[in-house]
T-cell receptor, first 112, second 109 residues
Framework: GAGVSQSPRYKVAKRGQDVALRCDPI?????LFWYQQALGQGPEFLTY????????KSGLPSDRFFAERPEGSVSTLKIQRTQQEDSAVYLC??????????FGEGSWLTVV | DAKTTQPNSMESNEEEPVHLPCNHS???????IHWYRQLPSQGPEYVIH???SNVNNRMASLAIAEDRKSSTLILHRATLRDAAVYYC??????????FGTGTSLTVIP
């Protein structure tokens, strides 16, 4: 497809379980962003990559959250020892020149 | 530390123009003003952006105040498909996009 692809689309995790969320950006897009969106709220910035370099991770809420983009294309957001407050939609976005960013449909995480 | 302020919700009749306001009194000289919209169960979608001058595209128009402390997104003829949450966003020189809570637009048939 031509857009940003995220998987899984829906994930139910038991509290304490580790989860990994994958993002396939638009081909050739050097910039990649992760956002967290709680129910009824706007997306909140988590982290930003330019190619394989993680230039900003100031939005990651705790050291349980880790993101990587080892080859400058696909990215994975990993959440260790999930907690109920981690339940949210995790949005990935990519951009060629950062003037316009293109979002995927998100990965919906529910921690029970 | 929200950088933009928008009304929580607005209503419009179908086929009428809609003016969605946004205040950004702390905007810096290098911040771009972006608008995105989010339909239910989808990721945000780009609408329009600008720096100082008013902008027009096929989806909407963006009117930016002379002091840049506010802006207005204008949908010229609202359709039912325009019902969404509209986010006014400032993009700083670090290329971060700061979303607020947005305006939920209801279009009445």
């Amino acid at each position: 497809g031509a857009g940003v692809s995220q998987s899984p689309r829906y994930k139910v995790a038991k509290r304490g379980q580790d989860v990994a969320l994958r993002c396939d950006p638009i081909s050739g897009h050097v910039s990649l962003f992760w956002y967290q969106q709680a129910l009824g709220q706007g997306p909140e910035f988590l982290t930003y990559f330019q190619n394989e370099a993680q230039l900003d991770k100031s939005g990651l809420p705790s050291d349980r959250f880790f993101a990587e983009r080892p080859e400058g294309s696909v990215s994975t957001l990993k959440i260790q020892r999930t907690q109920q407050e981690d339940s949210a939609v995790y949005l990935c976005a990519s951009s060629l020149d950062v003037r316009t960013i293109y979002f995927g449909e998100g990965s919906w995480l529910t921690v029970v | 530390d929200a950088k933009t302020t928008q009304p929580n919700s607005m209503e419009s009749n179908e086929e009428e123009p809609v003016h969605l306001p946004c205040n950004h009194s702390t905007i810096s000289g290098t911040d771009y003003i972006h608008w995105y919209r989010q339909l239910p169960s989808q990721g945000p979608e780009y609408v329009i952006h600008g720096l100082t001058s008013n902008v027009n595209n096929r989806m909407a128009s963006l009117a930016i105040a002379e002091d840049r402390k506010s802006s207005t997104l204008i949908l010229h003829r609202a359709t039912l498909r325009d019902a969404a949450v509209y986010y006014c966003i400032l993009r700083d020189s670090g290329n971060q996009f700061y979303f607020g809570t947005g305006t939920s637009l209801t279009v009445i048939p």
